[in-house]
T-cell receptor, first 113, second 116 residues
C-alpha cells in the first residue's frame, strides 16, 4: 500500500540555520505530494504541494522538489525563524475520484532565538 | 468566513458512552473527511464523503459512523467509546466534487477526545 516516511524528530535549530526535513514515499502510479504544517493548538494547513515529477513547490521560503527517481519530497528552508516552530507533515494522494491523503508521522521543529 | 469549524474542542467520555463530533464548513466544498491523529502516527483517515449523500470508509473506520447531513455538515459518531479511541480528531474539506489527488484539504482546529 501507499506510505510516507519522514525523518524522526524532534529537530531543534538556531534561528537563521538551514533546514532539511526528509520525506520518502511508496506509492503506485503518480501521486501528488504535500507538506502540511501544524502550529501549536491549531489544525493543519497546506504549506506547499507538487503534483508531478520534477515540480517544485514553494511557499513562505520553504521549498520541496518532487523526485520520482528517489521517491522523495524533502522540505528545505534556507534561513529558519522562531515563527517556523511547528509540526510538519509530509503526505501523498494517489487516488483519482476521491482524495485520500496518506500522512507521514510528522516532524516537530523547534527554532531557538 | 470561518472555514472549517468543529465542536466540541475537548471532551472526556467514559468507556461505553456515545457522542457525536460535529463539523461544518462554509466554503461550499463538496468533499469532507474525518481523521484521527495519534502520537508518532501522523493522521489516519477514518471516513470521507466525496459528495453530499455519499460516505465511504477510510483506513481506520471500526468503531465509528458518519453522517453527511447536508453539503455543509459532516458528523462523526462514536456509538460505544473505547480507550483506544482517545485521540485528536480533525475534520477537513476540499473543493471539488469527488475530489482529485491534487486538491488542497482545509482542516478544522480539532477535537481532543479522552476516553477513560
Amino acid at each position: 500500500g501507499n506510505s510516507v516516511t519522514q525523518m524522526e524528530g524532534p529537530v531543534t535549530l538556531s534561528e537563521e540555520a538551514f533546514l532539511t526535513i526528509n520525506c520518502t514515499y511508496t506509492a503506485t502510479g503518480y501521486p501528488s505530494l504535500f507538506w502540511y504544517v501544524q502550529y501549536p493548538g491549531e489544525g493543519l494547513q497546506l504549506l506547499l504541494k507538487a503534483t508531478k515529477a520534477d515540480d517544485k513547490g514553494s511557499n513562505k521560503g520553504f521549498e520541496a522538489t518532487y523526485r520520482k527517481e528517489t521517491t522523495s519530497f524533502h522540505l528545505e528552508k534556507g534561513s529558519v525563524q522562531v515563527s517556523d516552530s511547528a509540526v510538519y507533515f509530509c503526505a501523498l494522494s494517489a487516488n483519482q475520484g476521491a482524495q485520500k491523503l496518506v500522512f507521514g508521522q510528522g516532524t516537530r521543529l523547534t527554532i531557538n532565538p | 468566513n470561518a472555514g472549517v469549524t468543529q465542536t466540541p474542542k475537548f471532551q472526556v467520555l467514559k468507556t461505553g458512552q456515545s457522542m457525536t463530533l460535529q463539523c461544518a464548513q462554509d466554503m461550499n466544498h463538496n468533499s469532507m473527511y474525518w481523521y484521527r491523529q495519534d502520537p508518532g502516527m501522523g493522521l489516519r483517515l477514518i471516513y470521507y464523503s466525496a459528495s453530499e449523500g455519499t460516505t465511504d470508509k477510510g483506513e481506520v473506520p471500526n468503531g465509528y459512523n458518519v453522517s453527511r447531513l447536508n453539503k455543509r455538515e459532516f458528523s462523526l459518531r462514536l456509538e460505544s467509546a473505547a480507550p483506544s479511541q482517545t485521540s485528536v480528531y480533525f475534520c477537513a474539506s476540499s473543493a471539488r466534487l469527488a475530489g482529485r489527488s491534487t486538491d488542497t484539504q482545509y482542516f478544522g482546529p480539532g477535537t481532543r477526545l479522552t476516553v477513560l
